[in-house]
C-alpha cells in the first residue's frame, strides 16, 4: 500500500510541477507582444483556411521520411480546428485551476473522438514543442540552470525518446488497435495512480485548518531536504561525476552520470510513447530520486522539455506524418485561454473544492481509457466480448469524460464571470 501512495505522490508532485511549467509559459507568449506576434503567425494560416499547395508538398515527401503523407494545416475544417480549442481549453481550466498538469487528458480525449493514439500522441508533442519555443526563457542568467546536468540528461532522453517513438511506430505498423491498446493501457496505469492520489489529497483538503497545514508544511519541507534514496545514489561514486548546486550547499553536490543517462531515458521513454513531454517526470526524479534543489531542476526542466519534446515531436513523429497541425495549434490557442481563465479563479474558490474537481476530472480520465481498453483487447482476440457490449462500455467511458470535462468547464467559467468583478480589482492593486 505505501508503493501505491509513494508513486501516487511522485505523479503528482510532477503534474503540479509541469503545471507551474505550462502557467509560466503561457504568461510569456500572452504578456510579451513579440511572442504573442509569432504565435498569431502560426495560427494565421490555420485560421485563413490552410496552406493550399502544402497537400501537394506532403505528396512529395521522399520515401526516407516514413513514406507517409504529413497531415499538414490544409487537411481543415471548421469543426476540428474549433473541436481542437475545446480540447485545449478544458486541459488549460484543468491545469490553470487546480495547478496540476491538465495535459493527461489531451491524448485521451483526442483518442475519444477518433484520432488514433499515434497521431494523438505526436500532436500532443508537437503542441507541447511549439509552447515551449515560443515561451521559454531559459533561466542561465539567473543561475538556475546546470549545463552539465542538462546535457547529460539529454544524452539518455533523446536515447529514451527514439526507442519510445520506435515501439509507437512499430506496433501501429502491425496493428493500429494494437498500438491503440498500447497507448491506451499506458493511460489506464497513470491515470490509474494520479487519480488514486488526488482522491486522497482532496481527502485530506477537507480535515480541519491546523491539522492540515502541519501535513502542507510536512510536504514542503520533505521536497527541499535530500530523500534517503538520493543520498544513497549521490553515495556511489561511478566515473565519470557531475558536480551541481554549488550555489545551495556548501561544496555543492555530485552524482554520476550513469544516474543523469538513465534518467533522461525513462522521461524520453515516457515522453515518446505518452506525448506529455516528459516534465512531469522529471521534476520528482531530480527532486526526489537525484537529490538536485528544486531551483537547479526548474531551469534544467525548461531546457530538457525545449529539446526532449521537439526532438520527439519531429524526430519520431512530423517526419512519419503522425502530427495533425490544424490540432496542434487549436489545442495550443485553447490553452492558452484556459490556463489565464483557470488560474484567476483559484483567488476565488477554496482549495479543497479545486482538488475534488481535480479528483473528479482525472477519474473520469481513467474511466474513459479504462472503458475503452476492452473494445481494443476483443478486436485482438485477447478477450471475448461482444460487440455490442464493447461498443456499450466504450460510450459509458465517452460520456463520462466528456460530461464531467464540460460540466467542470462550465462551472470555472460561470465562477470566472460571477466574480468578475472582484478579479478586476484585485488585479488593479
Known amino acids: 500500500m505505501s508503493f501505491f501512495k509513494e508513486f501516487g505522490h511522485f505523479m503528482m508532485m510532477g503534474a503540479r510541477a509541469h503545471a507551474k511549467w505550462e502557467l509560466d509559459m ?21 485560421i485563413m483556411g490552410g496552406i493550399a499547395f502544402a497537400d501537394d508538398v506532403a505528396g512529395a515527401l521522399p520515401s526516407v521520411l516514413g513514406g507517409k503523407n504529413t497531415y499538414c494545416p490544409s487537411f481543415y475544417t471548421n469543426t476540428i480546428f ?36 499515434i497521431l494523438a500522441v505526436g500532436t500532443d508533442l508537437f503542441h507541447i ?11 542561465r542568467k539567473l543561475g538556475n540552470i546546470s549545463v552539465s546536468l542538462a546535457v ?35 493511460y489506464v496505469f497513470m491515470l490509474g495512480f494520479l487519480s488514486f492520489y488526488s482522491l486522497i489529497d482532496f481527502l485530506k483538503s477537507r480535515k480541519p485548518a491546523t491539522e492540515q497545514s502541519k501535513t502542507e508544511g ?8 535530500m530523500t534517503g534514496l538520493s543520498q544513497k545514489i ?3 561514486n561511478l566515473a565519470p561525476m557531475l558536480h551541481f548546486d554549488q550555489g545551495v550547499v556548501p561544496g555543492g553536490r555530485k552524482i554520476s552520470a550513469i544516474f543523469l543517462v538513465l534518467s533522461g531515458a525513462l522521461v524520453g521513454l515516457a515522453a515518446a510513447i505518452m506525448g506529455v513531454g516528459g516534465g512531469f517526470l522529471t521534476f520528482p526524479i531530480f527532486v526526489y530520486m537525484l537529490g538536485v534543489s528544486s531551483a537547479t531542476t526548474v531551469g534544467t526542466d525548461i531546457f530538457q522539455i525545449v529539446f526532449t519534446a521537439g526532438y520527439a515531436g519531429l524526430g519520431q513523429y512530423a517526419i512519419y506524418g503522425f502530427i495533425f497541425y490544424t490540432l496542434a495549434m487549436g489545442m495550443l490557442l485553447g490553452s492558452l485561454i ?8 483559484t483567488k476565488v474558490v477554496p482549495g479543497s473544492t479545486i482538488r475534488g474537481f481535480y479528483a473528479v476530472a482525472v477519474m473520469a480520465g481513467f474511466v474513459n481509457r479504462f472503458f475503452a481498453l476492452p473494445v481494443k483487447l476483443g478486436k485482438m482476440d485477447i478477450i471475448s ?35 468578475i468583478k472582484q478579479l478586476k480589482s484585485e488585479g488593479a492593486h
Open 129 to 139: 514543442f511549439a509552447k515551449a519555443i515560443m515561451g521559454s526563457v531559459l533561466h
Open 26 to 46: 503561457s504568461n510569456r507568449i500572452l504578456r510579451e507582444p513579440k511572442r504573442l506576434a509569432i504565435f498569431g503567425l502560426l495560427l494565421l494560416p490555420i
Open 152 to 186: 547529460t540528461f539529454l544524452i539518455g532522453s533523446i536515447g529514451g525518446a527514439t526507442l519510445g517513438g520506435y515501439i509507437n511506430r512499430t506496433l501501429y505498423e502491425l496493428n493500429p488497435v494494437l498500438s491503440d491498446a498500447f497507448i491506451t493501457s499506458i
Open 218 to 225: 510536512h510536504s514542503v519541507k520533505a521536497e527541499e531536504s
Open 82 to 117: 474549433l473541436a481542437s480549442i475545446g480540447v485545449g481549453i478544458a486541459a488549460g481550466l484543468i491545469t490553470g485551476c487546480i495547478g496540476a498538469g491538465g495535459g493527461f487528458i489531451i491524448a485521451p480525449a483526442l483518442m475519444s473522438a477518433g484520432v488514433k493514439g
Open 234 to 236: 549521490q553515495s556511489i
Open 385 to 419: 466480448i461482444s460487440p455490442a457490449t464493447g461498443k456499450i462500455l466504450e460510450d459509458i467511458g465517452i460520456y463520462v469524460f466528456f460530461i464531467v470535462i464540460s460540466i467542470f468547464s462550465i462551472w470555472v467559467f460561470g465562477t470566472f464571470f460571477k466574480n
Open 338 to 345: 484556459g490556463i489565464q481563465v483557470g488560474s484567476l479563479v
